[in-house]
């Protein structure tokens, strides 16, 4: 009398569990990389909304002249940098300004973050005139 049994070797479970032990650790990369990328997005989005705050503020709580002003907000460290525009080249709508009392400003923007070891920064920059 044959007593045939049915169910997987020793043999066959351990390439089972091989296999599947390599995907599962392919697989957790994979969703490593992308909570690391969602939370560096939420840092430069955070950092995003910082920047076009400060720039709202210049003409209003900072003074629209040559300065420079920073300070921190939580992990962040912003600055705030208000210097002459450099015109590219001499033309005559940089004369008409000239002749109207009006004076171009860059406005620069910093604002920057430690994220483990790494510092990261954001720029943001623009021009605005102020009436002489």
Not at 83 to 92: A, F
Not at 104 to 131: A, C, F, M, T, Y
Request: no cysteine.
């Amino acid at each position: 009398m044959l007593n045939k049994q049915s169910g997987f070797t020793l043999m066959e479970i351990l390439v089972a569990f091989g296999i599947m032990s390599i995907s599962l650790g392919a697989l957790m990369s994979v969703f490593n990389q992308g909570l690391s990328a969602s939370q560096m997005s939420q840092f430069y989005a955070e950092a995003s909304v910082i920047a076009q705050s400060k720039l709202a503020e210049v003409g209003r709580s900072i003074t629209l002249e040559e300065s420079e002003d920073d300070g921190n907000i939580g992990r962040y460290h912003w600055q705030v940098v208000i210097s002459p525009y450099e015109w590219p080249d001499e033309d005559e709508s940089t004369a008409n300004l000239a002749g109207n009392n009006l004076k171009p400003l860059h406005i620069l923007v910093r604002v920057d973050w430690k994220l483990g070891i790494r510092q990261k920064l954001l720029v943001v920059e623009s021009v605005q005139i102020k009436d002489s």
